[in-house]
Nanobody, 125 residues
Framework: QVELVESGGGSVQAGGSLGLSCEASKFVGPSTSYCMAWFRQAPGKEREGVASIDREHKTIYAPSVKGRFTIARDGAKDTLYLQMTSLKPEDTAMYYC?????????????????WGQGTQVTVSS
């Protein structure tokens, strides 16, 4: 059972930056066989994909964050990152780290098997 623990959330003013981390453990098989991703969910809204990265570090971004957010993974540390810049109030949400065994990057939450508990990001105007 893969375990995912997010950290780095907090409050920031619009235009600011914030970095999230997700430490992964207990992979079944090599960690490189997993696609890792970030999702977010704001109150009253559905969970949406933010960014995803595969074992070859190929990435997918939601159009709303492309050019502002950067996803990265460190295989040696089994850690996933999300660097967020030019933050907007509409980026306010609970951010979740997720993993699924897949050779390619995916951004559909229904495919993901493992989820972290989430970390809150609040952007004030």
């Amino acid at each position: 059972q893969v375990e995912l623990v997010e950290s780095g959330g907090g409050s920031v003013q619009a235009g600011g930056s914030l970095g999230l981390s997700c430490e992964a453990s207990k992979f079944v098989g090599p960690s490189t066989s997993y696609c890792m991703a970030w999702f977010r969910q704001a109150p009253g809204k559905e969970r949406e994909g933010v960014a995803s990265i595969d074992r070859e570090h190929k990435t997918i971004y939601a159009p709303s964050v492309k050019g502002r957010f950067t996803i990265a993974r460190d295989g040696a540390k089994d850690t996933l990152y999300l660097q967020m810049t030019s933050l907007k109030p509409e980026d306010t949400a609970m951010y979740y780290c997720a993993a699924v065994q897949s050779p390619v990057a995916i951004l559909d939450p229904t495919w993901f098997s493992y989820w972290g508990q989430g970390t809150q990001v609040t952007v004030s105007s």
